[in-house]
């Protein structure tokens, strides 16, 4: 349901976008017959897990495409493996951009494989529209306004998780392992910002690294 919804939200953009373009305006990726979207989605490796989403967000673009497009304009989604590694990532979506000619990349899923494609897409004026990840660098139009976020930020979430422990459980001790880059980082900071001054700050042990097998911690270091 979040990806059809997620779909729709793409579409309610699109729409009166291209309704308004003039019809012999030249917008890489689209044609007069097809719109090219271009994604990212670990297909494969540790996050294959999440090759989920890519693959509801193909059947529901096919979907939309069967029962006419957008305006007309079948949708063209290139979804391509970047097995959650950021090299993987920048490789793919060069590929996107300057072979496949894509209008735009859609929902690029992860904080460190976006953190790699984000200044070469803003440098080159391509849209990184609702891209899948809650880090709060996503909200920044001053300085990337080709990037927009989509997913509540991770501060948010922690803020909630902190506020949600100190409620219903009588003198808690919160230990974070978190993964060492914006994703984690957002998390820890809402823990400690949700509990304000009525608690202490979570014990936070070192950094893991994320990409790698399970790590011993020592958090009383």
Do not use: C
Not at 117 to 128: A, D, F, G, S, T
């Amino acid at each position: 349901m979040a990806h059809r919804i997620l779909g729709l939200a793409l579409l309610v953009i699109l729409a009166p976008v291209l309704a308004a373009a003039p019809a012999g305006a030249q917008t890489p990726g689209v044609t007069p017959t097809e719109i090219k979207i271009g994604h990212t989605n670990p297909y494969s490796g540790p996050a294959s897990a999440y090759g989920t989403i890519g693959k509801a967000l193909d059947a529901y673009f096919k979907k939309v495409s069967a029962e006419g497009g957008i305006n007309g304009r079948k949708i063209n989604f290139v979804t391509l493996d970047d097995g959650y590694s950021p090299p993987k990532t920048v490789e793919m979506v060069r590929q996107l951009v300057e072979q496949d000619q894509v209008a735009f990349v859609f929902n690029t899923l992860g904080t460190p494989t976006n953190s790699a494609i984000h200044k070469y897409l803003n440098q080159e004026k391509v849209p990184q529209l609702f891209v899948a990840t809650g880090a709060t660098k996503w909200g920044d139009p001053q300085n990337f306004p080709w990037t927009m976020g989509w997913q509540p930020t991770y501060q948010t979430e922690g803020k909630i998780y902190a506020q949600y422990v100190l409620k219903n459980v009588k003198d808690p001790k919160i230990g974070i392992l978190y993964q060492n880059d914006d994703y984690g980082k957002d998390y820890v900071k809402g823990l400690k910002d949700g509990p304000g001054d009525t608690a202490k700050k979570p014990n936070v042990p070192e950094p893991s690294t994320r990409g790698t097998g399970p790590t011993t911690e020592h958090p009383n270091r």
